[in-house]
């Protein structure tokens, strides 16, 4: 009995001696700086979810301040740890509490915050834009926040209502301000409606202007309408020597291959695949792979105009594509779920180790919804994880339950709540495993999918 409890002694002994310097009782994390945590191997990084800063897709870390903050722990030899705060407020919070070791955030530089932490790394200029078409020969692109005047424009109560309110007091009145009170409704949702034309004017940050130009082409961000504001990484006082190297990091890497190709992936490339025309209908063909979709869909029970329809969707049947995040080939699978599907390495464009792999990957995800009963209802939720990740329609699903809707139906139900994954009131319910999602791509994916399925099954008879 002695010799286990010895043993159970040094197993304590042994965890204490691993865990974070700062996360231990009675040390002060005012000692805590780079040698430290390169004795622990550990960088840990502070960050909000959100499109611009970090989410989760398909199961893999995505966000332009996650990418940078895991080249600067790579710089120093460091393991990225991320931890995710609700707000900037939190943020703060948890790193003087010695939580994490870096903010990987543009945190507003504001006397407030100079008071509690030491800003490093780049000097970000952040401002507000009004989010508006293209100029075309109906509507004008406006050039001057003048010319708001008499113009209605759609905010949700926050910092871009508060800011169109002085705006509009500055300039004398006669902005049409529109108030969004509806929780349906996200301020992502405003920017697709300016897109579609919806509605004429919003306001956004202009780094998240920047990001949704990127998926509707017809908008235009240029015109500020705040001043200039600051913002950059921040670090405790005490760890100066941290400081140093991330300001010493972004003045040598801001011009490396693997910053641009982190700017360009967020705020420059185009999110959407082209899509032209099918082969031929009439004669009875999708695509020139229809022999691969009927023999794997067939194996998996599924309808294999649906795994059509999923691949147009996909690749537009291009097996040479690859997708802004990484996906690659026919079925556009991630390369970690390629590999744990049995996609060898290098395979990727061959059309049949990826459907073969995306018709495992669907048997998968299908094992996962047991519980929902309806064969046509299950096929949306596995089309949804298919594009999202299976945690982000968990999520939903569980939002769905708690605000009194079916979690085992999707239209008018979870569907609501998977659009509702990109306002920080419901990704940050407690509910919420996965942080921020762009919920409406998901929305509209499974929507296209099987109304294109639908349309296949009525001209091409299986």
């Known amino acids: 009995m002695k010799q286990i409890y010895t043993l159970i002694l040094v197993c304590i002994c042994m965890i204490a001696c691993h865990q974070r310097p700062q996360q231990q009782a009675g040390v002060d994390i005012e000692h805590y700086d780079l040698p430290q945590m390169k004795d622990s191997g550990v960088l840990v990084a502070l960050t909000l979810n959100s499109s611009i800063s970090y989410f989760d897709y398909r199961g893999e870390p995505m966000g332009f301040q996650y990418e940078l903050a895991k080249q600067f722990a790579q710089s120093l030899g460091l393991k990225l740890e991320i931890k995710t705060a609700k707000n900037i407020q939190a943020l703060v919070h948890m790193l003087l509490q010695g939580e994490g070791d870096l903010i990987a955030y543009p945190l507003p530089v504001t006397k407030e915050f100079k008071d509690s932490v030491a800003f490093c790394g780049e000097d970000i200029i952040t401002h507000q834009v009004l989010v508006q078409r293209n100029s075309t020969k109906n509507l004008k692109a406006l050039t001057n926040v003048t010319e708001l005047i008499g113009k209605k424009v759609y905010a949700k109560p926050g910092k871009h209502l508060d800011r169109l309110i002085n705006l509009n007091k500055e300039l004398g009145g006669g902005i049409l301000i529109h108030e ?38 017809n908008l235009n961000v240029s015109l500020a309408v705040s001043f200039d504001q600051r913002a950059s990484w921040a670090v405790r006082k005490s760890a100066s020597l941290l400081c140093e190297a991330a300001n010493q990091w972004h003045k040598e890497n801001m011009t ?45 029970g599924w309808d ?22 990484g996906a690659k080939g026919l079925m556009q699978l991630m390369p970690k779920t390629a590999r744990a599907m049995g996609l060898p390495e290098g395979k990727e464009q061959n059309p049949e180790e990826s459907v073969k792999a995306a018709s495992k990957y669907l048997a998968h995800l299908e094992r996962s919804f047991n519980k929902i009963s309806n064969p046509e209802e299950k096929v949306k939720f596995i089309l949804g994880s298919y594009n999202a990740g299976i945690g982000h329609i968990y999520d939903a699903m569980a939002l769905a339950e708690k605000y009194g809707k079916n979690k085992y139906i999707w239209d008018d139900n979870v569907a609501i709540y998977i659009l509702l994954k990109s306002d920080e009131d419901y990704f940050n319910d407690p509910v919420c495993k996965n942080g921020y999602f762009r919920g409406r791509e998901t929305f509209n994916f499974v929507k296209d999918i099987l109304g294109r399925a639908e349309m296949y099954k009525q001209k091409i008879k299986d």
């Open 256 to 300: 490396s291959p693997a910053y641009k190709a982190s700017t360009k992936k967020y705020f420059e490339n185009s999110k959407r695949l082209p899509h032209g025309p099918i082969l031929s209908i009439k004669d009875g063909k999708i695509s020139h792979f229809d022999h691969l979709f009927k023999k794997y869909a067939k194996e998996i």
């Open 180 to 217: 969004i009170s509806n929780d349906s409704i996200t301020h992502e949702d405003l920017i697709m409606q300016v897109s579609n034309g919806t509605i004429d004017y919003t306001i956004s940050d202009n780094d998240l202007a920047r990001l949704n130009k990127t998926y509707y082409p």
């Open 304 to 325: 294999w105009r649906i795994m059509a329809s999923l691949a147009y969707n996909e690749s537009n049947f291009d097996t040479t594509a690859v997708s802004w995040v």
